[in-house]
């Protein structure tokens, strides 16, 4: 996984860790929102996650979108919902990480052309 490679821990709830472990990934299973603690708010709140990539299936998994997102805003952690902007926020954080951002006034970088 390149979120893992990128040295990002991996979380999710139980039946996605299972599916994910399935699969070759390492994750730490947490509960979901409700059923107990740790959960994805509580981690939220205590600043333990920095990327949230949530594509809820399911009348539980859906339950828990609203207190999630609403901490995730609450909070300011970004919160990817397609598996698409997903693949586009690795290939950015890998990208920044290779090369960092200048910051430079448009008169700079006007003089560079």
């Given at each position: 996984c390149e979120l893992a490679a990128l040295g990002f821990r991996l979380l999710a709830t139980r039946g996605t860790?299972?599916?994910l472990r399935g699969h070759g990934l390492q994750v730490e299973a947490i509960d979901k929102?409700?059923?107990g603690r740790p959960n994805p708010?509580?981690?939220i709140i205590n600043g333990q996650i920095q990327l949230i990539i949530?594509?809820?299936s399911g009348k539980t998994a859906f339950a828990d979108r609203g207190p999630i997102r609403r901490a995730a805003v609450a909070y300011g952690v970004p919160t990817l919902?397609?598996?698409s902007a997903a693949a586009a926020a690795v290939?950015?954080?890998r990208a920044m990480r290779a090369e960092p951002l200048?910051?430079?006034s448009l008169q700079?970088?006007?003089s560079r052309v």
């Open positions: 860790a299972a599916y929102v409700g059923e708010v509580d981690l949530n594509t809820p919902t397609t598996l290939q950015a954080i200048q910051v430079a700079e970088r006007q």
